[in-house]
């Protein structure tokens, strides 16, 4: 299966081609950046195709990071994804911020509990917490970083995110320290890939995923209007 693999929602702009046959990214390029992922994406998709040199009607799937992150960011690339899925007649997956940054560290099926946070300003994070299976320990949610902190509660952990070292530096003193903090800005467009081929399309809308209310309201052009994930 070819997939492509695309990331804005925070403070990267990425893409990728997977080819899960041969478990190898044919093709991949991130440019680090907080702003002008809009201005970055197209020039930067087309020298990944140009790469892979495939066509994007070869591809099986499109795979695309959905939130939480930044509101304009995510919604450049949910664009892209769904209008290359479109022209080419494919299917387009969403995958979160917060199961990309896992998915590495679960993939090496330890005994920790990982934690993924990203900063959602003013005190607070997006994160969840799931074992080092996989499973579900805290469903995603945004709270302020006093509750996440409550999650030394299930043992050291991983920590992984763009809040990682946030969490880290406040951790307990009374718990068990983190094993490892990973404060990556963001995903790794690899995993992404990996976790766009796994999932079912019917089942991973690539639609914007807020677990709370977007601080500003996009215009109409950019993206069309979609509701938000509660």
């Not at 693999?5 to 997977?18: E, F, K, P, S």
């Not at 709370?212 to 979609?226: C, E, F, L, M, T």
Request: proline share 9%.
């Amino acid at each position: 299966m070819l997939i492509l693999a695309i990331d804005t929602a925070l403070d990267a702009c990425a893409a990728a081609v997977l080819d899960t046959g041969t478990g190898q990214l044919i093709a991949q390029e991130s440019q680090a950046m907080k702003r002008g992922h809009a201005e970055a994406l197209m020039p930067l998709l087309a020298r990944v195709m140009k790469e892979s040199a495939l066509p994007f009607a070869a591809l099986d799937r499109v795979a695309v990071t959905t939130g939480p992150g930044s509101f304009t960011g995510l919604r450049v690339g949910l664009s892209a994804a769904r209008g290359i899925a479109l022209a080419a007649g494919k299917p387009v997956v969403g995958l979160t911020t917060l199961s990309a940054y896992a998915a590495p560290i679960v993939s090496e099926a330890g005994e920790a509990p990982v934690i993924s946070a990203i900063d959602a300003r003013h005190d607070h994070v997006y994160f969840q917490v799931v074992s080092g299976n996989g499973s579900s320990l805290i469903r995603p949610k945004v709270a302020p970083i006093a509750e996440a902190l409550d999650a030394a509660r299930f043992g050291a952990p991983h920590l992984v995110g763009n809040a990682a070292k946030v969490l880290a530096d406040r951790w307990p003193a009374d718990a068990p320290p983190p094993i490892k903090v990973d404060a990556e800005p963001a995903p790794d467009i690899n995993w992404v890939a990996w976790l766009g081929a796994a999932v079912t399309p019917g089942t991973a809308p690539a639609t914007p995923y807020y677990l709370r209310a977007p601080d500003a309201k996009p215009s109409q052009d950019v993206i069309g209007s979609q509701p938000a994930a509660s």
